[in-house]
T-cell receptor, first 113, second 112 residues
């Protein structure tokens, strides 16, 4: 089945130790997104790509960076994780041809010790 | 700026007790309103997209409706497996491509 895959599902890191989260998709969608979601809160958009065009939200901390080497893969790098970065990180995809509906991966739960 | 408010924050239902969730939105021209279901520790699962006032969509026990200011998600005769958080999101016509505004969700618990 076509889908959005995130690895790892759970990530434990130490305060200040860089971490990379990965997302891959078999939907061949143009757009990929990274969201941060904290408990009982709305998902918060960090970045999105339309093909290779990169867009970051104005309030996304500089500590967060992203890479999209090809259509299928996208990475979220957290350079120096703080305790406040502990959250669920969601990857999503969409395509203009599909009415911009977003399809989400299962998420990566990040714990910062 | 787009705003989305969902109510109630939490809803506890008996199995078979129908109810409705509300998503009120403010947007300068609606491109689309989206409903998602999210189970604990998982990513949101797409349910419906609504584009214009008066539109309705159904899937099993769920029915989504849309007016110019709000959307309702009706749950008819819910079962315990309908327990989840239901998220609403909007995209406005003046939003940059890829910009969605999510509500905080309604957490639904259905007890047998």
């Amino acid at each position: 089945d076509a889908m959005v895959i995130q690895n790892p599902r759970y990530q434990v890191t130490q305060f200040g130790k860089p971490v990379t989260l990965s997302c891959s998709q078999t939907l061949n969608h143009n757009v990929m997104y990274w969201y941060q979601q904290k408990s009982s809160q709305a998902p918060k958009l960090l970045f999105h790509y339309y093909d290779k065009d990169f867009n970051n939200e104005a309030d996304t901390p500089d500590n967060f960076q992203s890479r999209r080497p090809n259509t299928s893969f996208c990475f979220l790098d957290i350079r120096s994780p703080g305790l406040g970065d502990a959250a669920m990180y969601l990857c999503a995809t969409s395509s203009p041809d599909r009415g911009e509906t977003q399809y989400f991966g299962p998420g990566t739960r990040l714990l910062v010790l | 700026e787009d705003q989305v408010t969902q109510s109630p924050e939490a809803l506890r239902l008996q199995e078979g007790e129908s109810s409705s969730l509300n998503c009120s939105y403010t947007v300068s021209g609606l491109r689309g309103l989206f409903w998602y279901r999210q189970d604990p520790g998982k990513g949101p699962e797409f349910l419906f997209t609504l584009y214009s006032a008066g539109e309705e969509k159904e899937k099993e026990r769920l029915k989504a409706t849309l007016t110019k200011k709000e959307s309702f998600l009706h749950i008819t005769a819910p079962k315990p497996e309908d327990s989840a958080t239901y998220l609403c999101a909007v995209q406005g016509t003046t939003d940059s491509w890829g910009k969605f505004q999510f509500g905080a969700g309604t957490q639904v618990v259905v007890t047998p």
